[in-house]
């Protein structure tokens, strides 16, 4: 048996053809495109960087010559105003630097990890701040000098750099933008969007808004349904916690307490947020006010 060959189609239809085609295509990209974008719209606010992904990130935008990464990548920092400014950048970048505080403690510790049988590590990091007068507030024209130096004490002293990614803190605005994303999303009106607002909703007892600091948490990576708070981050977005034994001992125990009375999730988080924080309310929030 023969099997016929089709017929070619005539050019005029051939070219029709490829119009819908066409069309079709662009149809699907555009579809492809609005989905991707709708889908990251709304995207979990936490987020988790390498010190290496910060240091490449900084020298892009500091125009910094290429061949320096390597030197960087190397965890080798040489003591000049480039390599100063870069620091600085990173420790932005990963949420353990602030031009008018300087060193958020909780942020840079979460990215070293010492030597488990060096008992001294603490005392020679502090001792070396307050040698240089590091461990207070200071103009902004030594950012640079001041968070280069504040990482080297840390280097040299608190341990060995942790090269996984670590959560990276975030400051007020992004935590208000959360606020609201997830006002919008639930569809609770806050008419007035500013911070005066959050805070009036945040220390208020508003029960709409309950599920509204649940949604910040589960987007921010501070809670899991699974797992309960994460401490680790927790601790590190609050900042100002000297004594971390005490702190994860503290909440710890709060939560526990509450979710043994609480079968609501909105209600367990809300009271949470509210009750196992000073200030009756939740610290990691207190920048917003």
Same mark, same amino acid.
């Given at each position: 048996m023969v099997t016929q060959l089709s017929q070619p189609l005539p050019l005029r239809e051939q070219h029709? !053809?490829?119009?819908?085609n066409l069309h079709y295509l662009g149809l699907v990209c555009l579809l492809a495109v609005t989905a991707t974008a709708a889908?990251? /719209?709304?995207?979990?606010?936490?987020?988790?960087?390498?010190?290496?992904?910060?240091?490449?990130?900084?020298?892009?935008y500091l125009r910094i010559p290429c061949a320096r990464l390597a030197v960087y990548n190397k965890f080798i920092y040489p003591n000049d105003a480039e390599t100063q400014c870069m620091v600085r950048c990173? &420790?932005? *970048?990963?949420?353990?630097? *602030?031009?008018?505080? &300087?060193?958020?403690?909780?942020?840079?510790?979460?990215?070293?990890?010492?030597?488990? *049988?060096? %008992?001294?590590?603490?005392?020679?990091?502090y001792r070396c701040l307050h040698s240089q007068r590091l461990d207070r507030p200071a103009p902004?024209?030594?950012? /640079?000098?001041?968070?280069?130096?504040?990482?080297?004490?840390?280097?040299?002293?608190y341990g060995n750099l942790v090269v996984t990614p670590q959560f990276v803190r975030l400051n007020a605005l992004q935590q208000l933008d959360v606020?609201?994303?997830?006002?919008?999303?639930?569809?609770?009106? !806050?008419?007035?969007r500013?911070?005066? %607002?959050?805070?009036?909703?945040?220390?208020?007892?508003?029960?709409?808004?309950? /599920?509204?600091?649940?949604c910040y948490m589960l987007r921010t990576g501070l809670y899991s349904e699974n797992y309960g708070p994460n401490l680790d981050r927790i601790y590190v977005q609050c900042n100002n916690y000297a004594n971390?034994?005490?702190?994860?001992?503290?909440?710890?125990?709060?939560?526990?307490?509450?979710?043994?009375? /609480?079968?609501?999730e909105c209600t367990l988080i809300a009271r949470y947020v509210r009750e196992c924080f000073p200030a009756g309310g939740i610290i990691f929030l207190e920048s917003l006010w």
């Open positions: 029709t !053809m490829a119009t819908v889908s990251q /719209c709304y995207r979990d606010a936490g987020q988790l960087k390498r010190v290496v992904q910060a240091q490449e990130e900084c020298v892009r990173m &420790g932005l *970048n990963l949420g353990w630097w *602030n031009d008018t505080h &300087g060193v958020q403690e909780a942020a840079m510790r979460s990215f070293f990890h010492p030597d488990p *049988n060096d %008992c001294d590590y603490e005392r020679r990091t902004h024209d030594e950012a /640079c000098e001041r968070a280069y130096e504040s990482f080297r004490c840390y280097y040299e002293h606020l609201l994303q997830c006002a919008d999303m639930l569809q609770y009106p !806050m008419p007035d500013s911070f005066s %607002c959050a805070r009036t909703h945040v220390a208020g007892a508003e029960g709409d808004f309950d /599920c509204v600091l649940r971390e034994t005490l702190f994860r001992e503290t909440t710890d125990a709060c939560y526990r307490r509450l979710r043994s009375d /609480c079968q609501d």
